[in-house]
Each structure stands twice: as structure tokens, then as C-alpha cells.
């Protein structure tokens, strides 16, 4: 069974630092998918990560894969308020059904 | 990108009640994915559904419980049976476009009293 598990699971933050959000996942994965969810909002597909060693960047957020060590980082540098949400992690192996993890809750601090 | 809609967006139910939710694509797709995300929590999905066949179930997913069907490729409806407190949660539909990446639609917030 696919397992998936973020870190840290709340995360407060002053304005202007950086910060990593780990994303573990137990099995062979053929693609990483990261999601940011606004409260009473939808899923927003932020990055699709397809191979080892892949990195995206997307205005402050940059998200990598290590396929070897079964690990996907989604980094944030110099924090700004509009970045606060729920951001969730979720692979899929061999078909399309996607396992989520558990979220990373982030508050950005003025 | 694919733009996807749901109905109702929201309702309040009494349990013991059925309430079917409705998901259309602006585009076909193969497969449509239906999950359930239970407040504070994360995404878990409860079944696949393929045009043309049965859904198929995820673990703990029932079809009596969770009839789906998906009469073409561009639309799905989930009806959530019997309902009790417990399935009060935000029911999303997704699909995947052609470039891998799966998009949400825009949920169905349910409060079952």
C-alpha cells in the first residue's frame, strides 16, 4: 500500500524567510504532484514531477524530486502572506489514482 | 486545462437521505475520479469511474453506498446513500488532461445533521 507523509504539518512563518515542506512517500513512484487548497476552496495543481532529479519553479516556490530516496521538497523562499494555505502532496503509481498526504497547513506571518 | 463543474456546491441534508452529485468536464476524458475529503483532512479517493463501465472501488468504498455512473465521457455523478454525520465532507471530482497533470473540480460541501 502506497503511503504518503508530509512534514511539518503546521507551519508558521515570518514574511521574508524561506522554508521546506518534505514530502515522503513509501513505494516507486512514477509521478509527484503538488496542490495548494485555500480554505473553502479547491485543489490548485501547482507541479507535476516526472523524473529523478526534476525541479520546477513557479514564482516563490521551487519543488524537486529524489526518486532514489522516495522524496519531494517544496520550497519557499521569502514568504509573503498571499503564500498561506493548505498544501498537499500526491503520487500515483502505474495508474492515474493519486494517494495524498496528510497536508502541510502554512500561515505566513506579517 | 480542463474546466470542470459540479452541482449542488453546497447542501445541508437530513440523515437517511440520498443526495446525488453532479460533475461535467468542458472536455472528454477516460476516466474521472471521485474523492471525499473530511474536514481538516486530507484527500482520500473513493472510486474511478470509466465510461462504459462499473466504477471501481477503493478500499472501505461501498456502491451501495456510493452509486456512481458515468453515462459519457464528459459527464459522473456520485450519489452519497443513506447518508449519516459521518459523511459530511467536500466530495471533488478530477480528471487528467493530456499533459498529466489532474485538475479538481470545485468540490461539493456537505453537511449531513
Known amino acids: 500500500e502506497l503511503k504518503v507523509e508530509q512534514n511539518p504539518l503546521f507551519l508558521s512563518m515570518q514574511e521574508g524567510k524561506n522554508y521546506t515542506i518534505y514530502c515522503n512517500y513509501s513505494?516507486?513512484?512514477?509521478?509527484l504532484y503538488w496542490y495548494r487548497q485555500d480554505p473553502g476552496k479547491s485543489l490548485e495543481s501547482l507541479f507535476v514531477?516526472?523524473?529523478?532529479?526534476a525541479v520546477k519553479q513557479e514564482g516563490r516556490l521551487m519543488a524537486s524530486l529524489d526518486t532514489k530516496a522516495r522524496l519531494s521538497t517544496l520550497h519557499i523562499t521569502a514568504a509573503v502572506h498571499d503564500l498561506s494555505a493548505t498544501y498537499f502532496c500526491?503520487?500515483?503509481?502505474?495508474?492515474?489514482?493519486?494517494?495524498f498526504g496528510t497536508g502541510t497547513r502554512l500561515t505566513i506571518i506579517p | 486545462s480542463a474546466v470542470i463543474s459540479q452541482k449542488p456546491s453546497r447542501d445541508i441534508c437530513q440523515r437517511g437521505t440520498s443526495l446525488t452529485i453532479q460533475c461535467q468536464v468542458d472536455s472528454q476524458v477516460t476516466m474521472m475520479f471521485w474523492y471525499r475529503q473530511q474536514p481538516g483532512q486530507s484527500l482520500t479517493l473513493i472510486a474511478t469511474?470509466?465510461?462504459?463501465?462499473?466504477?471501481?472501488?477503493e478500499s472501505g468504498f461501498v456502491i451501495d453506498k456510493f452509486p456512481i455512473s458515468r453515462p459519457n465521457l464528459t459527464f459522473s455523478t456520485l450519489t452519497v446513500s443513506n447518508m449519516s454525520p459521518e459523511d459530511s465532507s467536500i466530495y471533488l471530482c478530477s480528471v487528467e488532461d493530456n499533459r498529466e497533470t489532474q485538475y479538481f473540480g470545485p468540490g461539493t460541501r456537505l453537511l449531513v445533521l
Open positions: 514531477l516526472l523524473s529523478n532529479g
Open positions: 469511474a470509466n465510461q462504459g463501465s462499473e466504477a471501481t472501488y
Open positions: 500526491a503520487v500515483s503509481f502505474g495508474n492515474e489514482k493519486l494517494t
Open positions: 513505494t516507486t513512484s512514477d509521478r
